[in-house]
């Protein structure tokens, strides 16, 4: 594979959440031959402040993956795994000879539960492990940051509002939050390593936290105080199943609570071990998250 200065690098799904950060810790690293695959309606946003190519085309359509990815040393898919499109990746990468490719994938494939997403997920990893790629699979747990994080970001603007916050159970299962900085640099230092050749990493925050923990740490920067309701666990599914229902666009589903009640705790020993993954905590990466909506 060519060196940092030469290598030209293919990412795929950058205007997420994750994108900008993976695009930024590339930059950081010296390379700076970088393509983008987007899509003509995507917006993107932040992307469009880093000088590089974009090459438009559709994850449906693999002669537009392989037009993207001439001439190019390797792929960073970041495009989730759940849409099934993996193997037009694949596919691509065989016909242009492309063997480096790092793919992004969830925690979620270990849940104890049985949603639809996660067997597709699960056959788009075993697509990935079977193919003749130098692959490598990041597995982050929830991931946090800004404005885009879809958890935290709702939770921090409540917990601004309100006095009280419904707890669905005892608040007492734990998670493993990672900050979207170093989901980015669990990519790209994966990509750089030759230790990590063919094998898959779990990546998360520094230590496992519980939700009500979570809470009191928000709050505590924030400098408010908050009443916990505890709902038990069996009354929350019934009354979010009945309010599921009656509204068109429930905030909460009858999975989410479930799953927030599973613990999500992962070892990340094996990325460190490999790449030097050392994540920060959470109250040091929420902090800055609070700061940053500030």
């Known amino acids: 594979m060519a060196g940092l200065g030469d290598m030209h690098v293919l990412v795929v799904g950058p205007t997420g959440f994750v994108g900008p950060a993976v695009i930024g810790r590339l930059k ?30 559709d994850l449906a359509d693999t002669a537009s993956i392989c037009d993207a990815l001439q001439g190019k040393d390797a792929l960073i898919s ?49 697509s990935i492990s079977e193919s003749p790629l130098d692959y490598t699979i990041i597995r982050p747990t929830m991931i946090y940051g800004d404005k885009r994080d879809k958890n935290m970001h709702f939770l ?8 009280y916050i419904p707890i669905f159970g005892s608040g007492c299962y734990l998670q493993q939050p990672v900050y979207v900085d170093d989901v ?20 998360s925050g520094r230590s496992a936290i519980s ?12 400098g408010k105080r908050i009443q916990k309701i505890h709902i038990p666990y069996h009354v929350s599914l019934v009354l979010v199943a009945a309010a599921q229902m009656f509204q068109r666009d429930p905030r909460f589903t009858v999975g989410q609570v479930r799953r927030l009640n599973e613990d999500k705790v992962f070892d990340y020993a094996m990325a460190n071990e490999d790449f030097g993954y050392d994540p920060i905590s959470f109250e040091e990466g929420i902090r800055m998250e609070i700061a940053a909506l500030s």
Do not use: W
């Not at 990519?187 to 094998?199: D, F």
């Not at 939700?211 to 924030?222: A, E, G, P, S």
């Open 211 to 222: 939700y009500n923990r979570i809470i009191d740490t928000i709050c505590d920067i924030l």
């Open 78 to 126: 970041i495009a989730s795994l759940k849409y099934g499109l993996s193997r037009n990746l694949i596919r691509a990468c065989e016909i242009m000879k492309i063997k480096r490719a790092v793919f992004v994938s969830t925690t979620g494939i270990f849940t104890r539960l049985e949603p639809q997403e996660k067997n597709i997920v699960l056959d788009a990893e075993r």
């Open 156 to 163: 921090i603007e409540y917990l601004k509002r309100h006095s």
């Open 28 to 57: 950081k690293k010296g390379i700076d031959r970088i393509s983008c695959f987007l899509r003509r309606s995507s917006h993107v946003g932040q992307i469009e402040t880093y000088d590089i190519e974009k090459a438009f085309g």
């Open 184 to 203: 980015a640099s669990a990519v790209v230092e994966s990509l750089l390593s030759g230790k990590t050749i063919r094998k898959s990493y779990n990546v």
